[in-house]
């Protein structure tokens, strides 16, 4: 389905990660042996990532981003209406995280809150959403309507070391972005679909499992149904790629990542990534990606970006946005001892 959603501004970002950087060639070269190893480093780019150690939450990762944030941007947190956090790593089954969230930030109850069960579109699927909800909202007192879209989770809690498909695959971070009803921002265009038949295609049957992941299926699905739906995205629209900045694709992995840009036809210098520095950091990929080239975009007041996400569900989605870049925060490190008083 595709849709426009208007006077959506996109006020900043910041993204966390934890202190603890891995490197895949020392940290897997025993256990898995040089040659092998090189070759699926090579193929999926992954050269290091970070990974939250015991007592480092998803949803602590995104409070810190968020504080970080909003002191930035001085906002009055009673002005913020909505609250969604996007993850396949909360703390709790019952209720969502987001209600922790909202107490350790300290918003008000004037203001929806919960959490979104979803991965790698949830970037996407999270800005349709709480933008959905904020223009239904009214001003009080002729205020502002803002809202916080959190998306973050620690994937490497949830894999096996021993599995070569996937150990070396998933990076932590949390990220926030507000957002903020404004007459004078156009909003964006998004396309989103779901296809339940390949549910299983990334799957994790409990909170206490492991991912379980399809690689050829899944690959399959980005080079065949994403990269369609992506061109009858910018056909639908009529996005020109002379009037696209960047791109910032979900980073599944390079090999998938590179042939989304060819297939697409996208400029390699208009691709930006984070995979070698981050791995796949599920929904927030996305925003950390931004934050990662904050340097690149802040050339600029005011980039046209052309966003992509996918993968569990399947789902997968596209939005086609206009970015002011003078509160893209960039990457945060989660420093020892700043978890106290946090989740």
Known sequence: MFGTIKDIHICGMHTVVPDNRVNNFEAYCSQFGEKKLKRQIRMTGMEERCVAGEGVTSALLCEVAAETLLRELGWDRNTIRAVLYVTETPNYVLPSTAFQIQKQLGIGEDCVVYDINLGCSGWIVGMQTISSIMRGIEPTDGGPVRALLLTGSISTSHVAADDFATAMLFGDAGA????????????????????????????????????????????????????????????????????????????????????????????????????????NTAAAAIPLTICLHRDTLRKKERMSILAAGFGVGLSWGALHFHLDTDHIMGISILEKGEAEGWS
Do not use: W
Request: proline share 3%.
């Open 176 to 279: 926030a972005t507000a957002l903020e009803i404004s007459a004078q921002d156009e909003g964006f265009v998004y396309m989103q679909k779901s296809d339940g038949t390949g549910y299983q295609h990334i799957f994790m049957e409990s909170l206490d499992g492991s991912v379980q992941m399809n690689g050829p299926a899944v690959f399959e699905f980005t080079i065949n149904q994403v990269v369609d739906s992506v061109k009858k995205f910018t056909e639908h629209f009529d996005i020109r790629q002379e009037g696209i900045d960047y791109y910032v694709f979900h980073q599944a992995q390079k090999f998938i990542v590179d042939n989304m840009m060819e297939l697409l036809a996208c400029p390699p210098e208009k691709v930006l990534s984070s995979y070698a520095s981050y791995g």
